[in-house]
């Protein structure tokens, strides 16, 4: 007997910014491109949250937004994110991750497209649509508790972008 031989469909890339040449670019666009070229991916801090642009590019990884943090810091567990997908870690909802704090593990979970265009800005531009993936780093409270724990710090509440309410956890 003799087995068919099949060619596999790839899936191809998603369209992006660096397809689309666009000639007049929203300001800041260009150092977005140019940083995700360098580095694979862009880092936008906002008031109450940070999220990357490109990992999707770079790595074909969710887009990541981390809430309630200091922006140094936001920064630095983005970096971590980037570093663990590099070295082949995959991010699962649910699963707890260790390498972002000394002592306790952060979690993941799938992000509402409805939240794209508020926590995900310059991702959705990049992307031109809402399709990417994207999740939330869901990070614990000074004592290490996480929003869905008992005694969880209330002052050191993040929104919860999965829609699912976080007493649904745990």
């Given at each position: 007997?003799?087995?068919?031989?099949?060619?596999?469909?790839?899936?191809?890339?998603?369209?992006?910014a660096?397809?689309?040449?666009?000639?007049?670019?929203?300001?800041?666009?260009?150092?977005?491109?140019?940083?995700?070229?360098?580095?694979?991916?862009?880092?936008?801090?906002?008031?109450?949250?940070?999220?990357?642009?490109?990992?999707?590019?770079?790595?074909?990884?969710?887009?990541?937004?981390?809430?309630?943090?200091?922006?140094?810091?936001?920064?630095?567990?983005?970096?971590?994110?980037?570093?663990?997908?590099?070295a082949?870690?995959?991010?699962?909802?649910?699963?707890?991750?260790?390498?972002?704090?000394?002592?306790?593990?952060?979690?993941?979970?799938?992000?509402?497209?409805?939240?794209?265009?508020?926590?995900?800005?310059?991702?959705?531009w990049?992307?031109?649509?809402?399709?990417?993936?994207?999740?939330?780093?869901?990070?614990?409270?000074?004592?290490?508790?996480l929003?869905?724990?008992?005694?969880?710090?209330?002052?050191?509440?993040?929104?919860?972008?999965?829609?699912?309410?976080?007493?649904?956890?745990?």
């Open positions: 007997m003799v087995l068919k031989q099949t060619t596999p469909t790839l899936k191809p890339p998603m369209p992006n660096f397809d689309r040449h666009e000639p007049n670019l929203p300001p800041g666009a260009r150092d977005v491109l140019a940083t995700i070229r360098l580095h694979g991916w862009s880092y936008a801090p906002d008031s109450h949250h940070a999220y990357t642009t490109g990992f999707g590019w770079s790595l074909k990884a969710p887009e990541i937004v981390v809430c309630a943090q200091a922006s140094h810091v936001a920064r630095d567990l983005l970096a971590e994110a980037y570093r663990q997908l590099k082949g870690v995959k991010l699962r909802p649910g699963k707890p991750y260790d390498g972002f704090f000394e002592d306790c593990p952060v979690f993941f979970q799938p992000i509402e497209r409805r939240w794209y265009d508020r926590y995900l800005g310059w991702s959705v990049f992307w031109g649509d809402y399709t990417f993936k994207a999740l939330q780093m869901v990070v614990p409270d000074s004592r290490g508790l929003p869905w724990q008992p005694g969880f710090d209330p002052a050191e509440m993040q929104p919860d972008l999965s829609g699912r309410k976080w007493a649904a956890r745990g």
